[in-house]
């Protein structure tokens, strides 16, 4: 394979999982315990450019515009390994990466980090993966990545092995009016990585193997709710997945919590909201930033009850957002 002469941009936007994929069944090739769901989301994205260049002796990596020390690149030059195996070539990489994030936001995700990174890489390397490849690829980078290749609803087939472990389409076009509504609640790091948080639930969670099943019964709940644009099913079911995950970090040993006080608060508040009569919801990841899943319709009077109470700059509306593009 022959590296192309001229740098490769790809553009790619974060998810929002509503069956969340939560533990690993193998740490090297990232295949999880099981199947995921997600809502691509319009107004967080990465945009990433790779060149390989015969004169670099390393690789090169400049994230908004600092460049990264070997050591914070060392996940992506490993990635970059993956990429450089598959095309057969040993050339270093030079990668300029920008996320698209309102204000700080602190929402920046491995998920459209890692789907652009493995669509810029692939195609700088002289390969030219179709959609089910590259988020086999993704995967490699970060879980959540696989997903991030499809626009609109996207599922994550767990598999079995690298093969057979890939993302989806359910529904790229998106033809209900649903939106997600970011809280951010916090921009501070969190102290428990996605990675170590699985891993303590798989390893010491009695509740684990519960997780694994209720799951997948979500899985089918949701997809079904998707068919026949069943807002509230869909919402209800987010919810509850999205509360058990959590209740794996719980029930860990040593125990820990993504949420702080304002998680709690604005979950509060979306009962309030519901028991009144608005169709609202909210999922979670793993910081203490909420998603508010509602009906176009609904937006305005949601939005506006949590700009009060956290402030007109802590709310973001988002849509569902495109599948990755990949310049020539
Ligand atoms: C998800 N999360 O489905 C779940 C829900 C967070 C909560 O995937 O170890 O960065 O790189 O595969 O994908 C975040 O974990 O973890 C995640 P790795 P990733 O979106």
């Not at 694994?212 to 099913?233: G, H, P």
Request: glycine residues 6%; contains cysteine; aromatic residues 8%.
């Amino acid at each position: 394979m022959e590296p192309t002469n001229h740098p490769i941009t790809a553009k790619a936007h974060t998810n929002i999982a509503l069956v969340k994929y939560w533990g690993k069944k193998d740490e090297q090739l990232i295949i999880p315990q099981n199947s995921s769901l997600s809502l691509t989301l319009d107004e967080f994205y990465t945009e990433t450019s790779v060149a390989f260049d015969d004169t670099l002796t390393t690789d090169t990596v400049q994230f908004d515009d600092h460049l990264l020390s070997a050591q914070a690149s060392q996940k992506i030059t490993t990635f970059l390994d993956v990429v450089r195996e598959l095309a057969g070539i040993t050339t270093r990489a030079n990668v300029i990466t920008h996320n698209h994030v309102p204000t700080a936001a602190g929402l920046a995700s491995s998920a459209s980090g890692f789907a652009a990174l493995a669509g810029a890489a692939s195609r700088a390397a002289g390969l030219t993966l179709n959609r089910r490849d590259l988020s086999r690829l993704a995967r490699r980078g970060s879980g959540s990545a696989t997903r991030s290749i499809y626009g609109g609803f996207a599922a994550w087939q767990m598999g079995e092995d690298d093969q057979t472990s890939y993302a989806y389409p359910i529904a790229e076009q998106v033809d209900w009016d649903i939106v997600a509504i970011a809280l951010v609640l916090t921009t501070a790091q969190k102290k428990v990585s996605s990675r170590d948080g699985m891993r303590l639930a798989v390893n010491t969670s009695p509740f684990y193997p519960t997780w694994v099943q209720s799951s997948q019964a979500d899985f089918k709940t949701i997809e079904t709710a998707i068919a026949s644009r069943d807002f509230e099913t869909l919402g209800h079911t987010s919810e509850q997945n999205a509360m058990r995950m959590h209740a794996l970090t719980l029930s860990s040993d040593p125990s820990f919590s993504y949420f702080n006080a304002d998680s709690l608060k604005a979950m509060a508040l979306i009962r309030e909201l519901r028991a009144a009569g608005t169709a609202c919801y909210f999922t979670m990841d793993a910081g203490p930033n909420i998603k508010i899943l509602c009906q176009g319709q609904d937006a305005p009077t949601v939005m506006s009850q949590f700009q009060q109470v956290f402030g007109p700059e802590s709310v973001v509306l988002t849509r569902p957002g495109n599948g990755i593009q990949i310049s020539d």
